[in-house]
């Protein structure tokens, strides 16, 4: 028998596998993070048809795009259909989510779509650490409670709350009510 802590850490652990699965996928499907070129100067005049070169994108706006379109994946179903079409990972990732949390599907991937914006936060965007962070919270789903803020837990326990009661369990500690 479970109860509901051990429901939220599961839940928990479902946010970080959505997260990491679609971050994983939109960095294959070339949503990766554009070039970053420091120091060019944009062409005009004849060299491109006198259309100016498009500037040169800080670290800030490189990191602020790939976390919108990875968001985009997370929130947007018929988006994560497309990225998925192709990627077993992804698909697999999906499947978990969606067995575990049924009709609280959606509201998993827009937590996780939001927790992504603190992830890209504390790791600078560095691919690598952002890739280590994700697998430590798979391995430890209880420290992502510090990524999270309130009015989120509360989601994951009411979450957890309805998994229980899918599964005729009642929901321990009061949760759900």
């Known amino acids: 028998m479970t109860n509901s802590m051990g429901s939220a850490t599961l839940i928990a652990a479902a946010l970080v596998f959505a997260g990491s699965g679609f971050a994983q996928t939109a960095q294959a499907q070339n949503v990766q993070t554009p070039t970053v070129v420091r120091g060019s100067q944009p062409l005009t005049g004849s060299a ?4 100016p070169a498009p500037q040169p994108m800080t670290d800030a706006q490189v990191n602020s795009e790939a976390l919108n379109k ?3 994946l997370l ?3 018929g988006e994560r259909q497309k990225a998925m079409a192709n990627d077993p990972k992804a698909q697999a990732a999906d499947s978990k989510v969606k067995a575990l949390l049924g009709p609280n599907t959606e509201k998993a991937y827009e937590i996780s779509a939001q927790l992504m914006e603190r992830i890209v936060a504390e790791t600078g965007g560095d ?7 994700m697998l430590e919270l798979q391995g430890n789903p209880r420290a992502l409670e510090k990524y999270l803020s309130p009015a989120q837990r509360d989601m994951i326990r009411q979450m957890a709350s309805d998994v229980e009661k899918s599964k005729g369990m009642a929901p321990a500690n009061g949760a759900g009510h």
Do not use: A, H, I, Y
């Not at 491109?48 to 259309?51: A, E, I, K, L, P």
């Not at 691919?127 to 962070?133: D, E, G, S, Y």
């Open 127 to 133: 691919p690598v650490k952002m890739q280590n962070l």
């Open 70 to 72: 990875t968001q985009n």
């Open 48 to 51: 491109n048809g006198g259309v």
């Open 75 to 77: 929130r947007n179903p």
